[in-house]
């Protein structure tokens, strides 16, 4: 059996949950992170980690909380665990096009500035994938984002969310994406974009009590992919929690859009299904209140033989369904790759 339960890694640190395992679920509502650190406590644990439903308000978020943390690479780093073969069931382009065409047509009636969709696909694969095996391929092929595996969800998200270093915090939105064929980030409808996601952090912050500073946008590559990007860096009153903070601070716009209630809205009327965990916070913290979390991007949900995967883009006036389905597709090719699938472009 497979010795990893979790598992967290980036740059810099890795963190592998090990051993038996408690696993719970801290509820609904803003709340749920406050009662993941009291699951935490009352575990006697050290460390937990945690995957959070998009929605606070769906159900279905989950914490893990491990025997034991490995941090020495407890599986040797050159190894590579095998992926069945699999097939893709569906690529739903044409829903894709027609929930696009809804919300330009929302945001040209002035109901939003901008929403976030996400569009979702699902592979059938011959025999059950260990998410595991996943992960690693993620960690060789992905090494500058953040590889996750919590409960059944895999991912390697470029997006840090929040990292709560006693009392320090910083955050790093990404809004407006581009692969290696030429596309550009310093147009105007990026612009707008980014603006609105750094300007949802910032606003946030604010309203958690946060002292911080807020960087020039800039571009960071991340293998295939290079996003534009705004630093935050900041100073929590004293007596925080991870908890107060991610509170205020998910959904950003950069997952879910402006103004957020109304943003928040239209993606329950306009997506087919609940998104679950996919665009949620995800990563660990620790029973005094620090944490790193990651927004679930470029993962998938294992379930039996089924995956199901999520890729989002920001649409906002001027918006083109065809560029934006391109978007999803660049998004989707690091799953697809640890899975050895391909999707149709």
């Not at 059996?1 to 949950?17: E, F, K, V, Y």
Request: charged share 25%; with cysteine.
């Amino acid at each position: 059996m497979n010795p990893i339960t979790a598992l967290w890694s980036r740059p810099g640190l890795r963190l592998a949950g090990i051993g038996n395992h408690q696993t719970h679920d801290p509820g609904v509502g803003p709340d749920r992170y406050d009662r993941a650190l009291e699951l935490l406590a009352v575990s006697k644990c050290k460390m937990a980690f945690a995957s959070f439903t998009f929605d606070i308000d769906e159900a279905g978020s989950v914490v893990v909380i491990p025997e034991g943390i490995d941090t020495e690479g407890l599986v040797d780093p050159d190894s590579e665990l095998p992926i069945p073969e699999g097939v893709l069931l569906d690529d739903s382009r044409e829903t894709w096009r027609n929930t696009v065409e809804k919300a330009l047509g929302a945001i040209d009636a002035g109901d939003i500035q901008k929403v976030v969709l996400s569009r979702r696909i699902r592979a059938e694969m011959s025999r059950p994938v260990d998410p595991y095996a996943v992960a690693r391929r993620l960690e060789k092929h992905q090494t500058r984002s953040h590889v996750f595996l919590v409960e059944g969800l895999v991912g390697a998200s470029p997006e840090l969310l929040l990292r709560f270093d006693r009392g320090h915090v910083t955050s790093i939105p990404l809004a407006g994406s581009a692969d290696g064929a030429g596309h550009r980030l310093d147009t105007p409808k990026v612009a707008v974009e980014h603006k609105l996601a750094a300007d949802s952090v910032g606003e946030a912050l604010d309203r958690a009590g946060v002292t911080f500073s807020r960087g020039r946008p800039e571009i960071i590559d991340f293998e295939d992919l290079r996003h534009l990007a705004t630093k935050f860096s900041g100073t929590a009153p004293g007596g925080t929690t991870f908890s107060e903070v991610l509170r205020e601070l998910h959904p950003t716009a950069a997952v879910a859009g402006t103004p957020r209630d109304r943003a928040m809205d239209s993606i329950r009327d306009l997506e087919a299904s609940p998104r679950g965990r996919y665009s949620g916070p995800v990563g660990w913290f620790d029973n005094s209140g620090n944490g790193e979390f990651a927004i679930a991007l470029r993962c998938g949900t294992f379930e039996g033989h089924t995956v199901e995967m999520r890729a989002g883009a920001g649409i906002v006036a001027g918006s083109d369904p065809d560029a934006e389905l391109e978007e999803t597709n660049w998004k989707f090719a690091p799953m697809l790759e640890a899975l050895d699938l391909s999707i149709q472009v």
